[in-house]
């Protein structure tokens, strides 16, 4: 059975940093693309960050240079670095996983199978 479970999430001030991970069970994360989306309130899920089986990655444009994917594939874990937060990245942030092997680095949240239950992060001003 597939489990990603998120944490990592908290408030902090705005210019201040978060580490996100995920630990996955059931589902590799070396061998499935991967992504991290998020939900503010009002507003539609929306992909950050997507990294696939060979380590390609793709980036929102307004994260792009302030965060980073990655994963450890020891640990058959995701990881989203985020620098210089921005109240506008408060929201509820999922990690998901790809339903077969390989496959785009997609934002697009269709193309994933399995998602985690979220994690809060909340940025002030």
């Known amino acids: 059975q597939v489990q990603l479970v998120e944490s990592g999430g908290g408030s902090v001030p705005a210019g201040g940093s978060l580490r996100l991970s995920c630990a996955a069970s059931?589902?590799?994360?070396?061998?499935?693309?991967m992504a991290w989306f998020r939900q503010a309130p009002g507003k539609e899920r929306e992909g950050v960050a997507a990294i696939n089986s060979v380590r390609s990655t793709d980036y929102k444009d307004s994260v792009q240079g302030r965060f980073t994917i990655s994963r450890d594939s020891s640990k058959n874990t995701l990881y989203l670095q985020m620098n210089s937060l921005k109240p506008e990245d408060t929201a509820m942030y999922y990690c998901?996983?790809?339903?077969?092997?390989?496959?785009?680095?997609?934002?697009?949240?269709?193309?994933?199978?399995?998602w985690g239950q979220g994690t809060q992060v909340t940025v002030s001003s």
């Open positions: 998901a996983a790809g339903e077969w092997p390989g496959g785009w680095p997609s934002l697009t949240p269709n193309v994933y199978r399995f």
């Open positions: 059931g589902v590799a994360a070396s061998n499935y693309r």
